[in-house]
């Protein structure tokens, strides 16, 4: 089945200035940000991507910019990999919403957090949207390129870490236990019964282990897609 690469984009000013950027306008990726921009292109290069799939905000497309330069696949951007809609948090220090009564919710019963204002949205409802985006967009594909295609999608750090509980079949109140870092891969591989996480918050190394593994001479025995490997197997070469 397909393999999805989860991208959170490089560091931004935003992070940088201690500030939860939501949705606000105008954050883009600070030096170092653009220097892990360049650098997580250079792990993927090996790598054929079948699709790549962007929030829409800046930061994130100014992260794929170097990862499709040399490829004529320009990103499709799908709202439901933005970021949270934190509400009237937006824009605020990170500093002065520790203080807040809705973080302690946050951080321990997160599926029951809903961020304040007009355009204030639930954890809960973020997970929902990307996970059936990241649903929606892993059936097309498999129908399109087929079970070993690999496809990339760049989001931010809570809606990552929102896809990975699912994969991992964790509650979403579990989610803060998952770091994912800028610029970090995370790795899910999708089959029929269940997800494989593959990796998380990588930040270096190589990412050729996501090339289709050569083909058999028609051994009839191997191990289904959608079953693990008892003992752990050989891993990825």
């Not at 690469?5 to 030096?31: E, I, K, Q």
């Amino acid at each position: 089945m397909p393999t999805l690469v989860l991208l959170r984009h490089g560091r931004s000013t935003a992070n940088t200035s201690g500030v939860l950027a939501g949705w606000s306008p105008g954050v883009d990726l600070d030096d170092h940000g653009r220097k892990q921009a360049s650098a997580v292109a250079e792990r993927l290069r090996p790598v054929p991507l079948a699709a790549i799939v962007t929030s829409p905000l800046d930061r994130c497309q100014q992260t794929l910019a170097p990862v499709w330069a040399d490829r004529d696949l320009p990103p499709v951007v799908d709202e439901r990999f933005g970021e949270c809609r934190y509400g009237d948090w937006t824009g605020r220090k990170i500093n002065d919403l520790v203080k807040e009564p809705l973080w302690k919710v946050v951080q321990q019963h997160p599926s029951a957090a809903v961020f304040p204002g007009p355009e204030g949205e639930g954890l809960a409802a973020t997970q929902a949207r990307a996970v059936a985006a990241v649903r929606e967009w892993d059936a097309r594909v498999l129908e399109s390129h087929g079970k070993d295609a690999v496809w990339l999608a760049c989001s931010h750090g809570d809606v990552i870490k929102a896809i990975l509980a699912d994969a991992y079949g964790m509650h979403l109140d579990l989610f803060q236990r998952i770091v994912v870092d800028p610029c970090s891969v995370s790795i899910v591989r999708y089959s029929e019964t269940r997800p494989f996480v593959v990796r998380v918050n990588d930040i270096g190394g190589d990412l050729t282990g996501l090339l289709p593994p050569p083909k058999s001479a028609g051994n009839k025995d191997e191990v289904d897609a959608s079953d693990a490997v008892v003992g752990g197997g050989a891993g990825t070469v």
